[in-house]
């Protein structure tokens, strides 16, 4: 399919391990933002990217979050030494226009992260 | 910080009810977009409002943007088993040119059959 791709699904880690995620956008977007959605709430901006540029970071919530994308293409979210709050689902949207402004975001299904 | 707030957070509904969720930004949006996020699914583009005082409609569903754009509102009229689901509005920060969006937290809509 065409649509936004994220691995793993589901991860389970036990608390203190490293975790990392994959987003894989749509070909040909050039803007891709990392939420994080916890359970009855709506997701909550973590980091975006444009191309390769990580423009902001500005909700990630500790320096345990990193984000990056090499390649302006593939992007992938690894959190260090994994807490429990940080169990919830991580979306991964991509959108077509260079600015990201104005532009719908296509959401891949998400990775739900379990921390016990 | 910005905040984006929803009204209600549930609504039961009979089927061939209407049905109003309202959003209320603290700051004024440059847009409103609208998703749908079904149950276990993810968020899904709905529609994008830019102007002041904006109604677009989409067969049952009718979309408006406040004079003041730090106001939204979504109507289903006649709403159908299909329509369950948590509608989330997001707004873009007025100054902000990234795309970020700040989102409410949601109105979950059940319809009995």
């Known amino acids: 399919g065409a649509g936004v791709s994220q691995s793993p699904r589901y991860k389970v880690a036990k608390r203190g391990q490293d975790v990392a995620l994959r987003c894989d956008p749509i070909?040909?977007?050039?803007?891709l933002f990392w939420y994080q959605q916890a359970l009855g709430q709506g997701p909550e901006f973590l980091t975006y990217?444009?191309?390769?540029?990580?423009?902001?970071k500005s909700g990630l919530p500790s320096d345990r979050f990193f984000a990056e994308r090499p390649e302006g293409s593939v992007s992938t979210l690894k959190i260090q030494r994994t807490q429990q709050e940080d169990s919830a689902v991580y979306l991964c949207a991509s959108s077509l226009w260079r600015s990201g402004g104005n532009q719908p975001q296509h959401f891949g299904d998400g990775t739900r992260l379990s921390i016990l | 910080g910005q905040q984006v707030m929803q009204i209600p957070q549930y609504q039961h509904v009979q089927e061939g009810e209407d049905f109003t969720t309202y959003c209320n930004s603290s700051?004024?949006?440059?847009?409103i977009q609208w998703y749908k996020q079904r149950p276990g699914g993810h968020p899904v583009f709905l529609i994008q409002l830019v102007k002041s005082g904006e109604v677009k409609k989409q067969k049952r569903l009718t979309f408006q943007f406040g004079e003041a754009k730090k106001n939204s509102s979504l109507h289903i009229t006649a709403t159908q088993t299909t329509d369950v689901g948590t509608y989330f509005c997001?707004?873009?920060?007025?100054?902000?040119?990234?795309?970020?969006?700040?989102f409410g937290q949601g109105t979950t809509l059940q319809v009995k059959p």
């Open positions: 700051t004024t949006l440059s847009n």
């Open positions: 070909s040909g977007h050039v803007s």
């Open positions: 997001a707004g873009e920060g007025g100054s902000s040119n990234t795309g970020k969006l700040i």
């Open positions: 990217f444009q191309n390769e540029a990580q423009l902001d």
